[in-house]
């Protein structure tokens, strides 16, 4: 089941954030050819990375809605860890290749034009004021709807509004202090900036694709299942990130005597009260087995003879 709030979140936030970041980066070019700063034109380059990654949140939101299939039994929910790894990619990429050219472009003797720097600078202003109205909207909306594509692409804008604010300073620090160098020094920064975040945003998102278990939610669901009568023991909790939900796995130990009959009934139980008290899971598969069974595969476990590597 797809949750329709998120996909509507993702939808608006990837179309909005497309718009609003082309016209930025347009603002930005225009002043970056007048002033021929690099940082400026850096910055620039910035804005055109968040038209790119509100695209794959829009392109991403319309895959992760597709819902489970044979081949996909889980669902497709984790189109949004990929979205969010390709936008990683992309930002730390985009980012090398800044610092690359800002130096290239330093050597190559591109120097800003002093005497544009003073009155371009309130429109560099003007464009950070709108990329923070950009990180607040799509915070609101991964905060309501609970859509990690939109609180990912909100660190975006907030990293794009604090970057260009840093931008800013640069030119009114040339224009009073002649030093060129600044302008290099403030390029680079942000370029480092870039691909940390593009960085960060890989490692978190690879994690999810490569199963990582989630632990705060797994201590949640096998105190919920512990809590339920007739459950013994609860053993192996595992629970998946899957982008838009979760799926949890767990075993039960139940009494040697409980009927299969029984037992599945109590399985059923314990998994609608996991996702009646956690909204956030939608599935729960449980497995379960006799007390004494449980016992025996520990004791073997405890005797046999440990072998050295």
Not at 102 to 122: T, W
Not at 267 to 286: C, F, L, S
Request: aromatic share 8%.
């Amino acid at each position: 089941m797809v949750d329709k709030g998120q996909v509507w979140a993702e939808r608006v936030e990837g179309v909005v954030g497309i718009v609003i970041s082309l016209i930025v980066w347009f603002i930005r070019y225009i002043v970056s050819i007048s002033t021929r700063s690099v940082a400026v034109f850096v910055d620039a380059l910035h804005a055109l990375i968040d038209a790119s990654t509100s695209g794959i949140v829009l392109g991403m939101s319309f895959l992760a809605e597709k819902p489970a299939d044979e081949e996909h039994p889980y669902g497709h929910g984790r189109a949004v860890a990929l979205g969010s790894n390709i936008i990683g990619m992309i930002v730390a990429g985009i980012g090398a290749w800044m610092i690359y050219e800002s130096f290239m472009r330093y050597i190559s003797g591109i120097y800003p034009v002093l005497r544009e720097l003073l009155p371009l600078a309130p429109l560099m202003l003007i464009t950070a004021f709108i990329k923070l109205g950009q990180w607040l909207f799509a915070r609101y909306l991964g905060l309501k709807y609970g859509s990690k594509l939109c609180l990912a692409d909100a660190k975006h804008h907030l990293a794009d509004a604090i970057m260009t604010g840093a931008v800013v300073g640069s030119m009114y620090a040339i224009y009073f202090t002649k030093i060129y160098i600044i302008d290099i020094v403030i390029a680079v920064g942000i370029g480092s900036f870039i691909v940390r975040e593009g960085l960060k945003i890989m490692k978190e998102s690879s994690s999810i694709l490569l199963d990582r278990c989630v632990k705060p939610l797994a201590r949640e669901v096998e105190r919920i299942a512990r809590s339920v009568k007739g459950v013994k023991d609860v053993k192996r909790v595992r629970v998946r990130d899957f982008g838009r939900y979760y799926v949890a796995e767990l075993d039960l130990v139940v009494d040697k005597n409980m009927t299969l009959d029984e037992a599945h009934k109590l399985a059923h139980e314990v998994e609608n009260v996991i996702m009646r008290n956690m909204p956030e899971i939608r599935q729960v598969h449980t497995h379960f087995a006799p007390e004494n069974s449980v016992r025996e595969d520990t004791n073997k476990q405890q005797n046999a003879p440990h072998q050295s590597l």
